[in-house]
Structure formats: structure tokens, C-alpha cells
């Protein structure tokens, strides 16, 4: 079993930036067959892919074209964590943001089918006033 909890959402204005953290603990997710990955949930919406990070350096990661250029995902293996550094935030980015983390490699764009996570964190909320 791996337990995973987020924090560092908050609310913040237009242009802001924020660090999202994501702590494992249970089994270390720090693994080269390991992927982490971010979604996230708008109000009244569908939850969605954000960024993924594949194998234990973090080397290989991905993002939504939306996030694109803006957030950056990384890993601390030694505090086996993941964070999601978010910068130039706007209102359409306010959702509830979920880490999760699959006992494999989701290589091929599997890391966007949320079915292929088997852990999932509650959820921190993110909110970006204009």
C-alpha cells in the first residue's frame, strides 16, 4: 500500500506561482518501473492529466499542452516525494490538483489514463483569482 498526501495549494492571484508537494510514504515510489503523475479537477468538470514523471531520476516527464512551459514537475527521491512547481497561474487554472503514482513505467501515453494510477492522494485545492 502507498499513501499519498498533497499540500501546498492555496490561493493565490493571477501571475503567481505556487509548489505543490506530494508525499509518499508505505512503499518508496522512487524507482526507475515507477510513474508519478499530476491531475487535476476544475469545478464542474472532468478530472484531467497534468504532468507525469517516469523512472527514479525523473528524466523522463510529460505535460498537458496547457501547463506546457509553465508548471515543471521533479522528484526527491531521498524524501521519496514529487512536487509540481506552478508558475504564471491563471484562473483557468484553479481545480483541485491530485498526485498519484503507477508501480510501472506508463510509457506510450498510458502516464494520461488516470485507470492506470493505483494510488491516488485527496486532493489539494489550487485557486487563481483574476
Known amino acids: 500500500q502507498v499513501q499519498l498526501v498533497e499540500s501546498g495549494g492555496g490561493l493565490v492571484q493571477a501571475g503567481g506561482s505556487l509548489r505543490l508537494s506530494c508525499a509518499a510514504s508505505?512503499?518508496?515510489?522512487?524507482?526507475?518501473?515507477?510513474?508519478m503523475g499530476w491531475f487535476r479537477q476544475p469545478p464542474g468538470k472532468e478530472r484531467d492529466f497534468v504532468a507525469a514523471?517516469?523512472?527514479?531520476?525523473?528524466?523522463?516527464?510529460y505535460y498537458a499542452d496547457s501547463v506546457k512551459g509553465r508548471f515543471t514537475i521533479s522528484r526527491d527521491n531521498a524524501k521519496n516525494a514529487v512536487y509540481l512547481e506552478m508558475n504564471s497561474l491563471n484562473p483557468d487554472d484553479t481545480a483541485v490538483y491530485y498526485c498519484?503514482?503507477?508501480?510501472?513505467?506508463?510509457?506510450?501515453?498510458?502516464?494520461?489514463?488516470?485507470?492506470?494510477?493505483?494510488?491516488w492522494g485527496q486532493g489539494t485545492q489550487v485557486t487563481v483569482s483574476s
Open positions: 498519484a503514482t503507477a508501480t510501472g513505467a506508463l510509457i506510450s501515453g498510458y502516464y494520461l489514463r488516470q485507470a492506470a494510477y493505483h494510488y
Open positions: 508505505g512503499r518508496t515510489v522512487s524507482t526507475d518501473t515507477t510513474t
Open positions: 514523471a517516469i523512472g527514479r531520476s525523473g528524466g523522463s516527464t
